[in-house]
């Protein structure tokens, strides 16, 4: 690795981790991630990291912090998070057409790929192939289906080590994540999507390569 290459500070790598838990689903707005003093305990790291950590979702609108008795770090709502990001690109997200939102995460997509492929560990790899399986066992169910599609990529996004690329890879996902409220996709469409993103991930686990940019060249196709 070059030395020039940035890396993801402690507290940003500890931001992700509860970002990732917020956005899968699996907790809700206004629920409880702990004290800052718990949260210290499950990361192992000082509490300063923590102070940085949870500054970090705050300007993210993913949680908030509130001192005194029954206080502890929250989860915002996830709207929030789209109305706070509005200043990130410089223009109001609702001028923009559902196709704009697509057109950039397809632009962005290749490159969060790539980076994660350079930088995966070998946990992340059995956390990616883990949520390939979910999305297959909701092959049926299309709004669940492509809810777990999104949280596989936000997963790849999470190891990206470039922070401008995965903020704006996010927030692009958000704004089409919240405006969908249903989707028509067939078991045989959603099995052949399926098979593009099990060899993407499997790709990915080869790193940077030829089989990388033809999975990037497949995923593009089925998903553009």
């Known amino acids: 690795m070059s030395p020039l290459t940035p890396r993801v500070s402690l507290a940003e790598s500890v931001a992700r981790e509860l970002e990732s838990e917020i956005t899968s689903g699996v907790l809700e707005p206004g629920q ?36 005194g008795p029954g206080g502890g770090v929250f989860v915002t709502n996830a709207h929030a998070r789209v109305r706070m990001n509005h200043f990130v690109m410089g223009y109001r997200w609702n001028e923009a057409t559902v196709a704009d939102h ?30 390939v399986d979910t999305m297959e ?24 080590r470039n922070f401008a690329l995965h903020s704006m890879y996010l927030t692009v996902l958000d704004w089409l994540e919240d405006g969908t409220e249903d989707v028509e996709i067939s078991v045989d469409a959603a099995t052949q999507h399926l098979r593009v993103h099990r060899e993407l991930v499997e790709a990915i686990g080869d790193g940077p390569g ?7 060249e497949a995923h593009e196709l089925h998903t553009g």
């Open 102 to 131: 697509h057109a950039v995460r397809n632009a962005l997509e290749p490159l969060v790929c790539r980076e994660a492929a350079q930088y995966h560990s070998e946990r992340d790899m059995r956390v990616l192939r883990t949520m």
């Open 32 to 67: 409880r991630l702990g004290t800052k003093e718990e949260l210290r305990d499950r990361f192992g790291v000082s509490l300063a990291t923590i102070n940085e950590a949870v500054k970090l979702l705050e300007m993210r609108a993913m949680a908030s912090a509130r001192p």
């Open 210 to 216: 030829a089989r990388l940019e033809a999975a990037i």
């Open 137 to 160: 066992r909701h092959i049926g169910e299309p709004l669940e289906y492509l809810r777990s599609t999104w949280a596989l990529h936000r997963r790849m996004a999470k190891i990206c």
